[in-house]
């Protein structure tokens, strides 16, 4: 897995907010998953691209996320589905591959270059997941 500093463009998303203690997240995910996938042919979003999670800092062991999929255009909120969006601006970037089990591993790789590097997270970071096994992940920079 390597490294590198990317500059990402703003990309609006379609997600449902959630916060899930780490033993949780993949039931938290599957859950969400399913009720985004309801609402999304209803929300005018225009075509849909690749799925995504925005999170923040935990909060002792809970993890708040944005958990979603990039969309063409804004939309009105539907339910528990909100406009958001991935933020544009420079952000460490590392290519995964394989399982989503590796996420915590690949996030700590990404970390730990950030502080070799002297680079200093925003505290904004996300992943966009692909059609082939793996997810890319970004840490916005200061």
């Known amino acids: ?4 500093i990317v500059t990402t463009e703003r990309q609006l998303t379609a ?4 916060a899930s203690p780490f033993d949780k997240l993949p039931e938290t995910h599957r859950t969400a998953r399913a009720a985004l996938a309801s609402v999304l042919p209803s929300l005018e979003a225009g075509p849909l691209g690749p799925a995504c999670t925005r999170w923040t800092r935990p909060t002792g062991s809970v993890l708040p996320m944005e958990i979603g999929c990039i969309v063409a255009r804004g939309f009105a909120p539907r339910g528990e589905v909100v406009p958001s969006e991935l933020p544009a601006g420079r952000a460490a970037h590392l290519v995964m591959t394989g399982s989503f089990e590796g996420l915590p591993r690949a996030w700590e790789t990404l970390f730990e270059w950030c502080q070799k590097e002297k680079l200093q997270p925003a505290g904004i970071n996300w992943e966009i997941y692909g059609a082939a096994a793996g997810a890319e992940l970004y840490a916005l920079l200061t």
Do not use: E, K
């Open 1 to 4: 897995m390597s490294c590198s």
């Open 15 to 18: 997600v449902i907010r959630a």
